[in-house]
């Protein structure tokens, strides 16, 4: 098999969406850290559309876009776990969610950031719970009493949506504020605590209080 | 094999795709065109999330998204000739080019029309006509000397851009512009022509004419 390398940042929730899918897969791979401020030529190169990390280069192939490069390592490598449903229609209802969960529901964090104003950072926070009450519908349907949109394993709506939890949780720490919300989204609320201990998943997700650090040294004037 | 039936519009691209997708898998399917200024029951109970056309409903299941179906008719009816490339990295790069048709360069031609002043109405059409030539690279490498990014025959990119097709003719037409620009793109220009009058999508994309009466419609004070 041809050698794997990541093109990556560990902040970088996209760039974990890759790791941990390669970690289901456990396909062994090279972690390059990108200096985002300085690119790498070889990023540069292997994503010229809009050089960003996460590429995977799989020989001399680079694969860009973490959604893209998820399906992409489930296709090749078909020995380990399945990531995506086999299930056609099973399947089309997880790039369904994968696509709400990215085009809407994500970019709503964004809004409750930059609302304005008691009154509208509240009626950001209810718009972007309203959607995780949705989030808890499709896991519900889609887990079936067990632990993992994936069902007994993790499955591409997990490492879409799971990817992601490092991040709210410091939008937690450092807004004050419920995002993961206990009462409205129970199931989601379990998951989350069950995904982020998860073998594939323990060493990729960055801790809180680091990502708290990289947005202080942005912020830090010298 | 269980009914199938497709909630659209005729004019809209995306609902265009699914129907090419169709046609390409010589489907039968019941064609329900919806009123979008008053949604059917039937829509709104099956595409809650987004109340949007296209929804495809097999046998009891509805599929939204247009890319979504197209990858679900793909993998459903695999009778019907391939629509994405077998081969992992071919159907990676031909999702990657979907994204960046959907969510970067298509969104330019709304940035022309809303452009101000000749200066930036001009800036916007270099800009649509510089991501025109990446995907005329993008057409070489994947048709290797064939009619169709899938080769010999119609494929996904096909599909995804030349979805597209009707309303960028509306906009040249309108507009007094030329976006399909034959000296920057030559091989994309011929590549239209022959997408228009392919059998699977002749009858489907919209005329330019009656796209333009349809704006007209919307526009007209009475």
Redesign the interface.
């Known amino acids: 098999m041809a050698a794997v390398k990541l093109l990556g940042f560990w902040a970088s929730p996209f760039v974990n969406r890759v790791q941990i899918a390669l970690n289901l897969k456990r396909v062994s791979y090279e972690n390059i850290e990108e200096n985002l401020r300085a690119k790498s030529q070889l990023l540069l190169e292997s994503n010229p559309?809009h050089k960003k990390v996460p590429v995977l280069i799989?020989g001399d192939?680079p694969?860009?876009?973490s959604?893209?490069?998820v399906?992409?390592i489930d296709?090749?490598w078909t020995d380990g776990p399945s990531i995506l449903p086999s299930d056609?229609?099973a399947?089309?209802?997880a790039?369904?969610w994968a696509?709400?969960i990215t085009d809407k529901w994500w970019p709503l964090l964004t809004e409750y950031r930059t609302a304005e104003g008691e009154e509208a950072k509240a009626a950001a926070r209810e718009k972007f719970v309203e959607g995780l009450v949705?989030l808890e519908e499709a896991f519900v349907k889609s887990s079936q009493g067990k632990g993992y949109f994936g069902g007994d394993e993790i499955g591409y709506l997990d490492v879409v949506l799971g990817s992601l939890l490092g991040w709210l949780r410091v939008r937690e720490a450092t807004q004050g504020v419920t995002f993961l919300d206990k009462n409205k989204a129970p199931q989601l609320a379990a998951w989350a605590d069950r995904f982020t201990l998860n073998s594939a998943v323990v060493d990729v997700l960055p801790k809180t209080e680091k990502l708290v650090d990289l947005i202080n040294s942005f912020t830090k004037t010298t």
Do not use: D, Q
């Open positions: 559309i799989h192939k694969i860009s876009e959604l893209v490069i399906e992409y296709e090749v056609p229609f399947r089309a209802t790039r369904f696509a709400y949705l």
